[in-house]
């Protein structure tokens, strides 16, 4: 059984730095698009980016120069970077992957959400 697994959240304050992951845990082949969302409280999901298997990616506009999206296929992982952190980054982060191939087949599987929390 596939599961997405977080973790890398946490407070901190205004300018600061986090570094999210996510792993594949269980038998898998191949994940075809890695990316991660956000929810803030009271907002809807909102993608912050997206790596696809070639290693394209894309940003929101509100991320684009301060988060790094990575991945490292040899360990099913995907990494969120974030730096020069402001308060409205405040979120439940949730890393999305999508076309996960694995001996049960193809499905899309998410994380359990982690919470960053930006403050003074």
């Known amino acids: 059984q596939v599961q997405a697994v977080e973790s890398g959240g946490g407070l901190v304050q205004p300018g600061g730095s986090l570094r999210l992951s996510c792993a594949a845990s269980?038998?898998?082949?191949?994940?075809?698009?890695m990316a991660w969302y956000r929810q803030a409280p009271g907002k809807q999901r909102d993608m912050v980016a997206l790596?696809?298997?070639?290693?394209?990616?894309y940003y929101q506009d509100a991320v684009k120069g301060r988060f790094t999206i990575s991945r490292d296929n040899a360990k099913n992982t995907v990494y969120l970077q974030m730096n020069s952190l402001k308060t409205e980054d405040t979120a439940v982060y949730y890393c999305?992957?999508?076309?996960?191939?694995?001996?049960?087949?193809?499905?899309?599987?998410w994380g359990q959400g982690t919470q960053v929390t930006v403050s003074v």
């Open positions: 269980g038998s898998v082949f191949s994940i075809e698009t």
């Open positions: 999305n992957l999508v076309g996960v191939i694995s001996p049960q087949g193809r499905y899309n599987y």
């Open positions: 790596i696809t298997s070639s290693g394209n990616t």
